[in-house]
C-alpha cells in the first residue's frame, strides 16, 4: 500500500473510532422514570442509614460501590478510618459503616424516624448513567454516582462533602 493511502486510511480510521468514542461519551437519556427511581433511591438510603439497617443500605450499592468522606466527624470512624477521611469500597465496608455509627451503636443515640420528604436530587445524565447532587443542611453536599442494573438504580459513588471544621477555641487556661 501506498503511503497516500495508507494516509487515508489511517485518518479515516481515527474518524470513525473517534465518532465512536463521542457516541459512548455521550450522556444517555433519563426518563421521568428513571428521574423518579434515583429519588426513591435517596429516600431508600435515608431510611436504611437511620434505622441501622447496614445490610439494606450496602444493597444500594453496586456490589464495588463506593463511599467517600472528605472528614468523618464522629470519634469512631475518625478512629477506623483517620481524621482525614477515607474511602470504603464494597458491600461488606458500606455495611461495616453503618454498624459502626455511634446512634447505631448506642440505641440511646437513635435517630426518629423523619416523615419528611428526602432532600431533592439535582440529576444529570451522563455516559455511565447519572450524577447527583444533593445540598444538606448543615452545608454539607453529597456528590452520588448512579448506575441502572438489573436490579434498578444503584449508588456507584456516593461522595459526602463536609463545611471546614469551626477553628477549634483557645480554653481560658491556656494564658
Request: glycine letters at 6%; one cysteine or more.
Amino acid at each position: 500500500m501506498s503511503l497516500s493511502k495508507l494516509s487515508v486510511v489511517c485518518v479515516a480510521v481515527l474518524v470513525m473510532g473517534s465518532g465512536v468514542a463521542a457516541r459512548q461519551a455521550a450522556p444517555q437519556a433519563l426518563t421521568d422514570k428513571d428521574r423518579a427511581e434515583i429519588q426513591d433511591l435517596v429516600a431508600k438510603y435515608a431510611k436504611a442509614l437511620s434505622s441501622c439497617a447496614s445490610q439494606e443500605y450496602a444493597s444500594l450499592f453496586v456490589p464495588d460501590g463506593t463511599f467517600i468522606s472528605d472528614d468523618f466527624r464522629g470519634p469512631r470512624h475518625r478512629a477506623m478510618y483517620g481524621p482525614n477521611g477515607g474511602t470504603l469500597v464494597g458491600r461488606a465496608k458500606l455495611a461495616e459503616l453503618v454498624e459502626t455509627e455511634e446512634f447505631c451503636l448506642d440505641k440511646s443515640k437513635a435517630r426518629a424516624q423523619s416523615s419528611a420528604p428526602p432532600p431533592a436530587v439535582a440529576i444529570v445524565p451522563t455516559a455511565q448513567g447519572a450524577s447527583g447532587t444533593i445540598n444538606l443542611a448543615n452545608n454539607a453536599r453529597y456528590e452520588d454516582e448512579y448506575v441502572k442494573t438489573a436490579e434498578g438504580w444503584r449508588f456507584k459513588t456516593r461522595r459526602v462533602v463536609m463545611p471546614p471544621r469551626p477553628p477549634a477555641q483557645p480554653s481560658s487556661s491556656s494564658r
